[in-house]
C-alpha cells in the first residue's frame, strides 16, 4: 500500500513537468503576447480578445514591409531600448528553455510571482477567487449526490416501471440541457427576468452580510448559491443516477442476494445491508472525481451568467489579457489538484473496499 502510494506520488513529477512542457511551448506559438497588448496599447488599438488581429492588421498596413523587420507587429516608430525594457518586465530577454526551467523551479517552491497587469501576487490572486469555486463544486457534488443515489436505488427497485420510465425521461431531458441554458432560463422566471424576483442575481452574499446574525447569514449564503448550484448539478443527475441504479441492479441479480433472500431476511435489510456497500462501490469512490469535475467544468459561464467573480472567469480573463503568470499558475495548481484528486479516488476504493489490493491489480 505505501509502495503504491509513493509510486504514483513520483509519477506526478514527470506527468506535471509534460503537462507543464506542452502548454509552455503551446503558448509560445499563440499569437500575441504582454509585450505586444502593450505595443497596441500605445498605438491606441483595441486590445480586446476579437480586435487583436485587426489592431495587427492596421499596424502592418501602416508600415508596409518594415514589418517584416520588426520583432513585434504594430512596434514600428517605438524606441527598441523601451522594446527591450517591455522584454525585461516581463521575462523576454531570456531564451526560451531558460524562462521555462526556471518557472518550473520556482512552482516547485510554490512561488508563482506576480500579475503582469493587477500588481497583486499571483498566489493571494488565486486565494482571492478560490472560495466561489469552491462553494460551487462543493455544493454542485453534494447536491447530485444527495439526489441522485436515493433517485438510483428507488429506479433499481421499481426497474421497468412507469416510475422507471418517466424519471429515466426527465433526468436524460436534464442531461442534454446545456447547464448555462438552463441558468438563463432560471434567471429569466425566478430571478427578476420575466416572471418571478425570488433569488438574487449577483455574488455569494448580500451586501449587508457582515450585520446579519449567525443563521441569517447562513439563509443569506444559501439563497445566494441556490441557483448557480442548481444550473450546474442539472447535467449531473443523469450519469449519477443511471449509474447507482446499473450497479444495484447488477448485484441485485447476483447468487449472494437470492441466498439472503432465501434465509428470510427482509427486502430492505438484503439491499442495504448487503447489496449496498457493493453497488455503492463505484459510486462513492468517484466522489472526490465527481467534485474535480464540478469544479473545473462549467464554472466559466455560470460565474458569468451569475456574475460570480471566481476561478474560471479568473482564468479566461488571464489568457485573453496574456497574463501569463495567473495562466501558468492556475494550470499548475488544477494539475496538481487533478493528480491528488485521482490518487484520492483510488484509495477511496480500498476504504469502501478492503478486499482490493492495490500491488494485485498492478500486477495485474
Known amino acids: 500500500m505505501a509502495a503504491y502510494i509513493l509510486r504514483r506520488l513520483l509519477l506526478m513529477i514527470p506527468t506535471i513537468f509534460g503537462i507543464m512542457a506542452i502548454s509552455f511551448a503551446i503558448v509560445q506559438f499563440a499569437p500575441g503576447g504582454p509585450v505586444e497588448r502593450i505595443i497596441a496599447q500605445l498605438q491606441g488599438h483595441d486590445v480586446g480578445a476579437t480586435a487583436r488581429f485587426s489592431s495587427v ?8 514591409s518594415a514589418a517584416a523587420n520588426s520583432k513585434y507587429r504594430g512596434a514600428q516608430g517605438l524606441d527598441p531600448e523601451f522594446i527591450a525594457e517591455l522584454e525585461r518586465q516581463f521575462g523576454f530577454d531570456k531564451p526560451v528553455h531558460e524562462r521555462f526551467f526556471k518557472m518550473i523551479y520556482d512552482y ?7 500579475s503582469y497587469y493587477r500588481d497583486v501576487a499571483v498566489i493571494d490572486l488565486i486565494k482571492e477567487k ?7 463544486g462543493l455544493w454542485t457534488t453534494l447536491l447530485t449526490y444527495l439526489i441522485s443515489i436515493p433517485l438510483g436505488i428507488a429506479k433499481a427497485r421499481r426497474d421497468g416501471t412507469a416510475f422507471d420510465i418517466w424519471t429515466s425521461g426527465v433526468i436524460i431531458i436534464g442531461y442534454a440541457i446545456p447547464g448555462f441554458l438552463f441558468a438563463v432560463a432560471l434567471i429569466v422566471f425566478f430571478a427578476g427576468g420575466s416572471y418571478f424576483d425570488w433569488f438574487p442575481l449577483r455574488g455569494l452574499t448580500s451586501e449587508n452580510w457582515q450585520e446579519l446574525g449567525f443563521f441569517a447569514r447562513i439563509g443569506d449564503y444559501l439563497w445566494h448559491i441556490f441557483l448557480p448550484v442548481l444550473a450546474l448539478s442539472i447535467g449531473g443527475f443523469a450519469t449519477t443516477s443511471l449509474l447507482t441504479k446499473n450497479a444495484f441492479l447488477d448485484e441485485i441479480r447476483k447468487q449472494y442476494v437470492t441466498t439472503a433472500r ?4 427482509t427486502e430492505g435489510r438484503v439491499l442495504y445491508g448487503h447489496v449496498f456497500r457493493n453497488a455503492m462501490l463505484i459510486v462513492i469512490a468517484g466522489f472526490p472525481g465527481a467534485f474535480i469535475g464540478a469544479f473545473f467544468t462549467g464554472s466559466l459561464l455560470i460565474e458569468t451568467i ?13 489568457i485573453i489579457n496574456r497574463d501569463y503568470p495567473v495562466v501558468f499558475a492556475s494550470l499548475y495548481i488544477f494539475g496538481l489538484i487533478g493528480l491528488v484528486v485521482t490518487l484520492i479516488s483510488d484509495l477511496t476504493y480500498m476504504w469502501i473496499d478492503p478486499r482490493i489490493d492495490f500491488n494485485a491489480r498492478e500486477a495485474g
Not at 130 to 136: A, G, H, R
Open 57 to 64: 492588421n492596421d499596424a502592418m498596413s501602416q508600415t508596409g
Open 262 to 265: 432465501a434465509k428470510g431476511l
Open 306 to 318: 451569475f456574475s460570480l467573480d471566481g476561478l474560471g472567469l479568473l482564468s479566461y480573463e488571464s
Open 108 to 114: 516547485a517552491r510554490f512561488d508563482f510571482g506576480e
Open 130 to 136: 478560490l472560495p466561489v469555486s469552491i462553494t460551487l
